[in-house]
Nanobody
Framework: VQLQASGGGLVQPGGSLRLSCTVT????????TGWFRQVLGKDREFVAA????????EYSDSAKGRFTISRDRKKNTVDLQILSLKPEDTAVYYC???????????????WGQGTLVTVSS
């Protein structure tokens, strides 16, 4: 399984961003996909996760209201829409693949390389 995160960049406070994670596999899988973020020197933090079907979605408390996760099974992508960006959203955002929707990073088996989001004026 390979994951490729993209869409990061420099955004002003209050702006929005859409991150995308492309998931590819040599065999058919029905994995959940999660988004995590990490600030340099801090632990990785769960943001949101979605099941393969899209029917089960989980958000961290800090992500509720401004973050939206979605899946396009035809494109093999999982997007994370972020609205009203704040400086504290600055982090490297990672997508990961696992067997269940979970907020614990150790439950995810495969990880993408991360995409940097910087919120600054």
């Amino acid at each position: 399984v390979q994951l490729q995160a993209s869409g990061g960049g420099l955004v002003q406070p209050g702006g929005s961003l859409r991150l995308s994670c492309t998931v590819t596999s040599q065999t058919f899988r029905m994995d959940a996909t999660g988004w995590f973020r990490q600030v340099l020197g801090k632990d990785r933090e769960f943001v949101a996760a979605i099941s393969w079907s899209g029917e089960t979605i989980e958000y961290s408390d800090s992500a509720k209201g401004r973050f939206t996760i979605s899946r396009d099974r035809k494109k093999n992508t999982v997007d994370l829409q972020i609205l009203s960006l704040k400086p504290e959203d600055t982090a490297v955002y990672y997508c990961a693949s696992g067997s269940v929707v979970a907020n614990a990073d150790f439950l995810y088996d495969y990880w993408g390389q991360g995409t940097l989001v910087t919120v600054s004026s």
